[in-house]
């Protein structure tokens, strides 16, 4: 089967050409190369550089290659950024993924796996998620991506399309094999920002807020392998292909940890003392976020293989350390 990834070299997009690749599929990869890099590009994959806002660029791909099924994961995801600059993911990911749709349909392609979010929960009413939780962004990123969510359901009504939105929870670490892995510019995450204090890139991680109603007062997040996001991903191609209805997953190990914690074990791993100096709180942020990923689990046969926090940061140690700079030489 021929599969487009939208965003193939971006971060969590690169490892799923990756895994669908090593599984023997036929991948073709679109990317505007904006935050994605050409070194995460697989070389055993076809690549159209370009933007989805284009519609003759996306048409084009559409009629060079029979696409199976679209893995749609085109669109900017920094949370701070989608604050002051609300309008530019509006017309990235909102338009985008509309002239995306436009052509899919046109072109009589049914079927779309997409990479949604967390953020479309805002502060949860309840601890782990489950998707049918209330839905209410607290930010501009979180809410254009549940508009994503939306346009996929009423052209699915529409036009017959059937889509898979899967829900992330934080997504970290790299490929096993030192390749491929995070290279975000500006770099936001907690565990790369941690990472940079054993590569010499920076003297001590900031922990932003120690006041929260945790265990230790710092936020609690459930952290994935980004590998094991990628195996959602084939798994959701496969539920598409076998004739099943749209549907919405969450992604995560349904444990949380605390900054304190996740500090705790990068010291651990990489043998560095890590200093942290506490901070206040960052706009935005809620106390926790932890997934039930039941769902997954059941109705797509999810069983993430690396939920183990030392292992994960572990995969990530090896990226950076082999790579401090990412992909630049
Ligand atoms: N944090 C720090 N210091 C830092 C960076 C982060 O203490 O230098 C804390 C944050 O306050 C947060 C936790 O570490 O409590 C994780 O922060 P990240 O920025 O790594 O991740 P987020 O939970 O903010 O964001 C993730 C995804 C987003 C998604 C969001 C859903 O990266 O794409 O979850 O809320 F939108």
Redesign the pocket.
Known sequence: MSILVLGGAGYIGSHTVYELIDAGEDVVIADNLETGHIEAVHPKARFYKGDIRDRAFVDCVFDNEKIDAVIHFAAN???GESMVDPLKYYDNNVNGTKVLLQSMVAHGIDKIVFSS???T?GEPEKIPIEETDKTEPT?T??ET?LSMEKMFKWTAKAHGLRFVSLR?????GAHKSGEIGEAHSPE????P??LQVPNNQREF?????DDYDTKDG????DYIHVTDLAQAHILAVKYLMAGNESNIFNLGNGVGFT?QE?IETARKVTGHPIPAKI?G??AG??AQ?VASSVKARTILGWNPEHADLEEIIASAWKWHKAHPHGYAK
Request: hydrophobic share 45%; net charge positive.
């Open positions: 995801s920094l949370v979010t967390a953020a929960y930010n990123y979180g991506k992330y929870f934080n997504a970290c936001t995450h907690l565990i920002l941690i991680i900031s922990v932003f807020g710092t936020c609690i997040r900054v996740v901070e709180r960052r942020d809620p976020l």
